[in-house]
């Protein structure tokens, strides 16, 4: 969640800077900007992917504990890394 967040404030900011009539030189600051937005987005995806992963690896291990006749029990946590 926080890299969704930083990397749309870091888009919005190097959007906006592109507009900015004050000062030049500000292309560099925007493209680091737009990198470290999409450096961010693409941390993002792969957290959500990992996430989403992780909670069907824990519903396959308690179907496959269920199926094998040992006992779950309901409410445990089964953290993947």
């Known amino acids: 969640?926080?890299?969704i967040i930083w990397g749309g404030m870091l888009a919005y900011t190097?959007?906006?800077l592109t507009t900015w009539p004050y000062e030049e030189g500000?292309?560099?600051?925007v493209v680091v900007g737009f990198s470290w937005a999409a450096i961010s987005g693409i941390s993002?995806?792969?957290g959500i992917n990992k996430s989403h992963r992780c909670r069907e690896a824990k519903r396959a291990l308690v179907e496959r504990l269920e199926q094998d006749g040992a006992a779950v029990e309901r409410g445990r946590n089964y953290f993947c890394r």
Do not use: E, R, S
């Open 26 to 29: 500000v292309d560099g600051v």
């Open 1 to 3: 969640m926080f890299d």
């Open 14 to 16: 190097a959007i906006a």
């Open 44 to 46: 993002a995806a792969v």
